[in-house]
């Protein structure tokens, strides 16, 4: 089977800022990417959960992306222009995908 050279990029983010960022995303001409609850983790500000929370205020999602190597800089840039103002990560890694023509 014939595997396709891709990146994928993972957003934390506040899920107060999900429908920015994925406006931000498809300006930039991303087409596709699925968002995922963040329950929980460990950061520069220490450990935190959803636990207990009412609504989405104090939560966070994941936003993935799989994309060809060429379209990653408009969606770094579409990205950075939302996570620079908030509490955020962003992290590329390479990966492989089938049905290239999908991405």
């Not at 957003?11 to 329950?39: C, D, F, H, K, W």
Request: aromatic letters at 4%; hydrophobic letters at 45%; charged letters at 25%.
């Amino acid at each position: 089977m014939e595997m396709h050279e891709a990146k994928r990029v993972e957003i934390i983010i506040e899920a107060v800022m999900e429908r920015q960022l994925t406006t931000a995303l498809n300006e930039a001409g991303v087409t596709g990417y699925t968002v995922l609850p963040v329950s929980g983790g460990s950061g520069r500000s220490g450990q935190w959960t959803r636990e207990g929370q009412v609504g989405r205020a104090g939560g966070m999602v994941a936003v993935i992306c799989l994309i060809r190597p060429e379209r990653l800089e408009p969606l770094l840039e579409a990205a950075f222009s939302v996570v620079e103002r908030h509490i955020g990560v962003v992290s590329v890694s390479d990966t492989q995908v089938l049905r290239a023509e999908r991405f």
